[in-house]
């Protein structure tokens, strides 16, 4: 029996940067050779760091000719391998900086390696000092550098020796236990010839109009029941599960009726119950869910509770369907609807036909350049003119068309 394992070696960097800034350069000078100004330490890969800078270089051959900078070991540490880069910042704003890197090139002999605390790393030239005070580095008798540190680091993985599957939540089903086992409820509310049972807390914390009615300046908390009108039943019941399920319920089991649009207007109430109880998530589930059940028979219902309950997304995509369907949807019993009851929604689609007929390669557009005409254009022309003589907005949308 062969026995076969794996593992991985991974060599990275821990990397951190610090930015120091010298005011008062010209002071610095005449410190004499192989003196400098630290920065403060700071620290990167569990180690400390400092900047050192030499106003008049580090090495006393050199004349103080030039400025000397390096990045040292703060901390106690044995051959701690680095990479390094550092920064003299540009002050024009031209941002033409001068830049020793480790970072952006291959080294052929690898990171840097510090043997023990003190060790340094960086440059006895780093910029010729009468170069330096002449140029865009120094403003204002201020020099600004940025250095970075990368700390090498290496570690092994292997296969995992354990395997715990996590469960999926369940807080939804266990909020629905109490619900449904009406356990620790506090609160009855009365709707149509119906009762159910709740927990005021768990309401609260839902519903902002809920939480106004039982813990808010005028409301009661010891309020034990509560009648609700102009809600059905089973619409107060499906929105009760998602208050403590989070998730839209099983629709068809709210509604009542097995017609085809009978889940739609289940929505079409349960969304307008979301939005009277300050329910914004069951809000917008019901209007996707409607976005995606729009037809003939009721696009004129949902059109006008979308406009009522300011679902905007909702009421584009009805408008856009009615304009599509514009022959047949002018026929029904919906079209009349609105006619009589929302002139200004009739306007609206008004419109929204005529922004569709003027896209370029519309087949609906009235500006025809070819002299056939089908069936569907015929009921559509008779549709639209009889609007126009109820609606003076369909007359004055007529002309532009």
């Known amino acids: ?143 600004s550098m940025h ?21 999926p939540s369940d807080m939804g089903q266990s909020l629905k236990y109490l619900v449904d086992s009406e356990l620790g409820s506090d609160i009855l509310f009365r709707v149509g010839e119906e009762s159910f049972r709740a927990h005021k807390l768990i309401l609260a914390a839902r519903s902002p109009v809920f939480r106004a009615q039982f813990f808010g300046l005028v409301g009661n908390t010891k309020m034990d029941q509560v009648t609700l009108e102009d809600i059905e039943p089973s619409i107060f019941k499906a929105m009760l599960m998602f208050l403590y399920s989070d998730e839209l319920p099983d629709i068809p089991e709210f509604s009542n009726s097995t017609m085809d649009s009978a889940s739609t207007v289940t929505l079409q109430h349960l969304l307008a119950a979301a939005d009277r109880f300050g ?57 009349k609807y609105l006619e009589e009851n929302c002139q200004s929604l009739v306007s609206e689609l008004l419109e929204t036909i005529a922004l569709v007929d003027e896209k370029p390669g519309s087949t609906s557009s009235r500006k025809r350049s070819s002299s056939s005409i089908n069936g569907m254009d015929l009921v559509a022309e008779g549709a639209v003119a009889a609007a126009e003589s109820i609606n003076p907005v369909a007359r004055r949308m007529r002309r532009r068309l």
């Open 1 to 143: 029996m062969i026995v076969h394992s794996t593992s991985k070696s991974i060599n990275e960097t821990v990397n951190g940067s610090h930015s120091f800034t010298i005011h008062g350069y010209s002071l610095a000078k005449g410190m004499s050779p192989g003196k400098y100004i630290s920065s403060d330490t700071f620290t990167v890969g569990g180690y400390d760091w400092a900047v050192y800078f030499y106003p008049d270089g580090k090495n006393v051959e050199d004349n103080s000719a030039y400025v000397s900078v390096f990045i040292a070991l703060a901390s106690e540490g044995t051959d701690v391998r680095a990479l390094f880069e550092l920064t003299l910042m540009d002050q024009s704003g031209k941002e033409k900086h001068k830049v020793h890197s480790h970072f952006d090139r291959a080294l052929e002999s690898g990171p840097y390696t510090l043997k023990y605390k003190g060790s340094m790393w960086g440059y006895k030239r780093f910029y010729k000092r009468t170069a330096l005070e002449s140029s865009d580095y120094l403003k204002d008798d201020c020099l």
């Open 147 to 167: 250095c970075t540190v990368g700390v090498v680091r290496n570690r092994i993985e292997g296969p995992k020796r354990y395997s715990i599957p996590i469960p």
């Open 279 to 335: 329910l914004d998530r069951l809000k917008q589930l019901c209007e996707s869910k409607l976005c995606e059940e729009v037809s003939i028979d009721t696009v004129a219902t949902t059109l006008s509770l979308a406009d009522q309950h300011r679902c905007s997304q909702l009421k584009a995509v009805c408008l856009k369907f009615a304009a599509a369907n514009l022959g047949v949807f002018m026929q029904s019993e919906g079209f």
